[in-house]
């Protein structure tokens, strides 16, 4: 069974850090990319980044490019998403997601429940 | 803004049929797979439809996808009360080298 379990979210102040992780069994985790998706309260689906099955390929949201850095290490079948220069349009809660190749693509075919990002003062 | 066009909500009453639109342009649907998304509150959205017409194990029949152009559209058949949820849908955006979604359609089962 596919389990996606993520950590780290949490309340921060603007101009902050913070590292998501999402540590992900059930399948050979190397073989497929993952991807950081995220919900602002009250609003819809936002893609935030993507991360090819070796690590080689990422991909960022222009909202978050040159703050957020998208990881994997394949060894701990945990995928990381490195968050700085936060801001308060950063609050969401995030959810890490499984596509179903180990290319870039919007097939996201298991999610995990989510973790709460708060950018606060 | 999203770049991906959707109504805002949508209804209909048990046993009919509704359609939600996803209108986009030559960079993202033009020229490339749809996908839609099922997203009920507190809990993690559901791949309904890849590919623009495929369903994934386990999905019901009465979820149906198509594409014509840049436009696309999830069809439900047979509405039933468990189907009220908020829609999305989803393509890769060529110019952004990213993923796109619509604005999400919030479905009503009156």
């Known amino acids: 069974e596919v389990q996606l379990l993520e950590s780290g979210g949490g309340l921060i102040q603007p101009g902050g850090s913070l590292r998501l992780s999402c540590a992900a069994s059930?399948?050979?985790?190397?073989?497929?990319?993952m991807s950081w998706v995220r919900q602002a309260p009250g609003k819809g689906l936002e893609w935030v980044s993507v991360?090819?099955?070796?690590?080689?390929?990422?991909y960022y949201a222009d909202s978050v490019k040159g703050r957020f850095t998208i990881s994997r290490d394949n060894s701990k079948n945990t995928l990381y998403l490195q968050m700085n220069s936060l801001r308060a349009e950063d609050t969401a809660v995030y959810y890490c997601?499984?596509?179903?190749?180990?290319?870039?693509?919007?097939?996201?075919?298991?999610w995990g429940q989510g973790t709460l990002v708060s950018v606060s003062s | 803004q999203s770049v991906l066009t959707q109504p805002p909500s949508a209804s209909g009453t048990p046993g009919q049929r509704v359609t939600i639109s996803c209108s986009g342009s030559s960079s993202n649907i033009g020229d490339n797979y749809v996908y839609w998304y099922q997203h009920l509150p507190g809990r993690a959205p559901k791949l309904l439809i890849y590919r623009n017409n495929q369903r994934p194990s386990g999905v019901p029949d009465r979820f149906s996808g198509s594409k014509s152009g840049t436009s696309a559209s999830l069809a439900i058949s047979g509405l039933r009360s468990e189907d009220e949820a908020d829609y999305y849908c989803?393509?890769?955006?060529?110019?952004?080298?990213?993923?796109?979604f619509g604005g999400g359609t919030k479905l009503t089962v009156l």
């Open positions: 997601a499984k596509l179903s190749s180990s290319a870039p693509s919007p097939s996201f075919d298991y």
């Open positions: 989803a393509a890769w955006d060529d110019s952004l080298s990213g993923v796109v």
């Open positions: 991360i090819s099955g070796s690590g080689g390929s990422t």
């Open positions: 059930g399948f050979t985790f190397s073989s497929y990319a």
